[in-house]
């Protein structure tokens, strides 16, 4: 008979002792989490909660950018001192229920450009008072606040072409009727000007002379362009705008009283789609013709612009690259032209019969009469969290 090598008497309770020290081990752990989930649980709503109260911060500046004229709004331009609440000098307290979950100091600056505001949000919750011994957590947010570059407040002109003019017989230009937007001259141009002899161009420059040299300004620094016409981000948020509006249109369109160009805001895109530069091919150009009837908004073409007849236009006519006007009594374009001419393209104005080509007027070129949405929004790709410094 074979005799086993060793015997399994006296296994049962090492095996239970481990076995105890591993539940101990366990509830023991359990033990220690359930103790702690309320605070980590706790912690995260207040978290929560900071964050959400800087994000009323950051739509606390825009209801106040937006209403400037309102109690408690933002003046435009932005003063050199930032009033409070808007200098973050102030807790702005919220409440929920009739008890106070926390609040905001919000801080609003200038941006990089003039239609760009710079704004920092730190929400608080329960409080930020330092005397008070609750736990507090607090989160911070910066972004750019933007709206819509207006050409007709910066751009110095009535009439802008980045690259040559030409105004032929006939045409009237007028930029001294309306001061609203600042003091105009009738036309600028980075390239030479030609004014026929019969054609008048009248700036701001207080007298009733035409053709002076307070009139108008040719050969200028292109550079000086850049503070007015639209930018690659402006072209994005119109394209996206006119979209959701329905007037978003590609390659050749022609509005005629039969056809009409809606009201407000119009984007003509490349036949592509793509954004237009030195090197797109003309075949990709956009190009946009009103024949006559009736415009009220923005109409801007990614190529080239043409009115004709009498056609009547309030607001901005904006061209990429190049603009004509050929039209006859009665229409005229009330507002502003502005041809950014990426590809080298000119302007040119020519009229049959009486009354003026272009007459400047702030309200039609900046918003249309009221046709173009304006808000501030948050710029794309500019909110942050923050930690702190």
Same mark, same amino acid.
């Given at each position: #008979?074979?005799?086993?090598?060793w015997?399994?008497?006296?296994a ?7 076995a105890?020290a ?10 220690? #989490?359930?103790? !702690?989930e309320?605070?980590?649980a706790?912690?995260?709503? +207040? ?7 800087a ?11 937006a209403?400037? =004229?309102?109690?408690g ?6 003063p050199? !001192? ?10 702005i ?6 008890? !106070?979950?926390?609040?905001? +100091?919000?801080a ?6 003039r239609?760009?505001?710079a ?9 930020? =008072?330092?005397?008070d011994?609750r736990?507090k ?7 750019t ?7 007709a ?12 003019? =030409?105004?032929?017989?006939?045409v009237?230009?007028?930029?001294r ?7 105009k ?10 004014v ?12 009733? !002379?035409?053709?002076?040299a ?6 200028q ?19 996206r705008?006119?979209r ?17 160009a ?13 954004p ?5 091919p ?24 043409e ?21 006859s ?7 502003q ?5 990426? +590809? ?6 020519s009229r ?8 400047f007027d ?15 929004m ?6 942050r ?5």
């Amino acid at each position: #008979m074979t005799r086993r090598a060793w015997s399994e008497r006296g296994a049962a309770l090492p095996l239970a002792v481990i076995a105890l020290a591993l539940l101990s081990s366990l509830i023991l752990g359990l033990s220690f #989490m359930s103790a !702690t989930e309320p605070t980590i649980a706790a912690n995260q709503l +207040r978290t929560a909660q900071a964050r959400a109260l800087a994000e009323a911060g950051i739509e606390q500046a825009l209801w106040a950018l937006a209403n400037p =004229d309102a109690p408690g709004g933002l003046p435009d331009p932005l003063p050199a !001192t930032v009033p409070a609440p808007y200098d973050g000098s102030r807790l702005i307290s919220l409440a929920a229920g009739g008890a !106070t979950i926390g609040g905001f +100091r919000v801080a609003v600056t200038a941006g990089a450009a003039r239609n760009e505001r710079a704004v920092l949000s730190v929400g608080w919750t329960p409080t930020d =008072d330092s005397a008070d011994a609750r736990p507090k957590s607090h989160q911070r947010i910066a972004g750019t606040l933007w709206r819509l570059r207006v050409p007709a407040e910066a751009a110095p002109c009535a009439l802008c072409v980045l690259g040559a003019l =030409d105004i032929a017989d006939q045409v009237a230009v007028d930029a001294r009727g309306d001061l609203r937007c600042g003091v105009k001259r009738g036309a600028w141009s980075s390239r030479e000007t030609t004014v026929a002899s019969s054609a008048k161009i009248w700036g701001a420059d207080g007298n009733d !002379t035409a053709n002076e040299a307070g009139d108008y300004a040719q050969a200028q620094p292109a550079d000086e362009a850049l503070a007015w016409i639209f930018t690659d981000a402006d072209l994005l948020a119109i394209k996206r705008l006119a979209r959701a509006r329905g007037s978003y249109y590609r390659g050749s369109v022609v509005f005629s009283p039969l056809s009409p160009a809606p009201e407000g805001l119009v984007f003509v895109d490349t036949l592509s789609g793509a954004p237009i530069t030195r090197a797109t091919p003309s075949t990709d150009l956009a190009r946009a013709e009103i024949r006559g009837g009736v415009f009220r908004g923005w109409i801007v073409v990614a190529g080239s612009l043409e009115v004709s007849g009498d056609a009547r236009v309030r607001g901005l006519a904006y061209a990429q690259d190049g603009f004509a006007y050929r039209g006859s009594a009665p229409g005229g374009i009330a507002g502003q032209v502005v041809t950014a001419g990426v +590809r080298g393209g000119s302007a040119s104005l020519s009229r049959a019969g009486d009354g003026p080509a272009l007459g400047f007027d702030c309200s039609a070129a900046a918003t249309g009469d009221g046709t173009v949405p304006r808000g501030w929004m948050l710029k794309s790709g500019s909110y942050r969290e923050l930690s702190d410094p």
